[in-house]
């Protein structure tokens, strides 16, 4: 196609339009909406994996609408009564079917690289580790855009009607729905047919199978998209439909079948960097100046309280677990989430206190669950413990949480400091049994056993 050619079918056609419209979508979607995409270490502009699988993640509206805007390409034919006309011309109809693909793709994918290049622009700044292993994610998100509305085309122009525009797009909304609906607590690999991926982990990104899998079954679909557009008969529309099954059947079994080999650990990315006993991950490493001090004034007043039993470091928690199971601690180091709430919300002297909280009472929620209740109050009660005084800490929520927990703990407290010096140590040692095992319960251990 040359140049000449693609300014012309650009003034002629949709296909600019198309472009802009998935642009504007993905923008208003991230900017308009106060959501995920906003908050902790997965934001979109945090780091570079998680800007891509964001990006990805909008198309489950984007594909569809990329869908819907190739069928209303595909009916241009017919709607300005140039078929007959078309067919009795000496241009060969795949020449044909190229340009106004071509054009098309090209749009298409010229918006989704603006709308990673908008990501991008705010990544730079807010990251140190700089890497590639984002691009295929990218990539795939294009080819995902341009083969939809290249299989939008032909069934438009299959199927010239005005109602198929809207069908097809409301029918590839149903599938990303029905597929995001297949994910449960762990993917599987037909919800990996979907051109939306989600966001899970900051530290955990497709791997390359997946990537593998995705692209024969965009291109199978974009070949039956293609033949579609050039197929002048039943038959021939009838054997256009070989590529995107076969396509469909490649790409189930190259993808894998294991959930741990879907959405992987980045090695690099977890690699830990260490000011002394403070390590923080390769990605977070932009952390580590703010979290040193508190970290190694947390151990030095862990250790002043529990003696040689106390934790000896502070490490960024790597360890990626499934949704629903029971987290895993060590004794010995003082595992920390920078997207745990009381984390989050801590800096300076209260990043002292919240991760005495975390070596002295990790917390047993199960992965991706959100609970508040006794950990809360067991973590009160230890750090007041060690600091020999009672602090509200951070990342408590609204004041009505606050006090709840001031509520719960001040009693034990008080009864906890009236006991002699062996056994308040008896009761510590019992609660972080119960808080690092996760068997027991860690606030009932302060109180003696007896249940609250």
């Not at 959405?263 to 002394?276: F, K, Q, R, S, T």
């Not at 919240?354 to 917390?363: E, H």
Request: glycine share 10%; with cysteine; net charge neutral.
């Amino acid at each position: 196609m040359n140049i000449r050619v693609l300014r012309i079918e650009l003034k002629r056609s949709i296909a600019p339009w198309a472009g802009a419209v998935v642009l504007t979508t993905a923008l208003a979607f991230l900017y308009l909406l106060d959501a995920a995409w906003w908050r902790g270490t997965t934001a979109w502009t945090a780091q570079w994996t998680s800007m891509a699988l964001w990006t990805r993640a909008m198309l489950g509206y984007l594909w569809p609408l990329a869908v819907g805007l190739g069928a209303l390409q595909g009916l241009r034919d017919r709607r300005s009564n140039m078929s007959e006309l078309l067919t009795a011309t000496s241009r060969p109809a795949w020449h044909r079917a190229a340009t106004l693909a071509g054009t098309t793709a090209i749009t298409l994918a010229s918006a989704f690289a603006l709308l990673v290049l908008v990501g991008a622009v705010q990544v730079l700044p807010n990251t140190e580790y700089t890497h590639l292993g984002w691009l295929p994610i990218s990539l795939v998100g294009a080819l995902s855009l341009v083969a939809g509305a290249v299989l939008g085309m032909g069934a438009g122009r299959a199927l010239p009607f005005a109602l198929t525009p809207p069908a097809l797009a409301m029918g590839a909304f149903v599938f990303t729905a029905l597929m995001h609906m297949s994910l449960g607590t762990e993917p599987n690999r037909v919800s990996l047919l979907s051109p939306a991926q989600e966001v899970r982990e900051v530290l955990v990104t497709l791997s390359a199978s997946v990537h593998v899998g995705q692209t024969i079954w965009l291109l199978g679909m974009a070949a039956t998209g293609f033949a579609l557009l050039v197929a002048a008969t039943p038959r021939a529309r009838l054997l256009a439909l070989t590529p995107v099954l076969a396509g469909a059947v490649i790409a189930l079994l190259v993808l894998p079948s294991d959930p741990r080999r879907m959405y992987v650990v980045d090695e690099a990315a977890a690699e830990l960097v260490c000011d002394g006993p403070v390590c923080v991950t390769k990605t977070h490493q932009t952390r580590l100046a703010d979290l040193a001090g508190p970290g190694k004034e947390a151990l030095r007043l862990l250790h002043g309280a529990l003696g040689g039993q106390a934790p000896v470091s502070v490490r960024e928690n790597t360890a990626v677990l499934p949704d629903g199971s029971t987290p895993q601690w060590s004794g010995k180091t003082v595992l920390f989430d920078l997207d745990d709430d009381i984390i989050a919300a801590a800096k300076g002297e209260e990043l002292t206190w919240a991760l005495i909280a975390k070596g002295m009472v990790p917390g047993c929620a199960p992965v991706g669950w959100s609970s508040f209740g006794n950990d809360e109050f067991a973590q009160a009660v230890a750090v007041g413990w060690v600091l020999g005084d009672l602090r509200s800490l951070p990342g408590t929520g609204s004041a009505g949480l606050r006090r709840k927990v001031d509520a719960e703990a001040g009693p034990v407290w008080t009864e906890l400091k009236a006991l002699p010096r062996a056994e308040q140590f008896s009761r510590i040692n019992a609660m972080r049994a119960a808080a690092l095992s996760c068997k027991g319960d860690a606030f009932d251990a302060l109180n003696g056993g007896a249940s609250r």
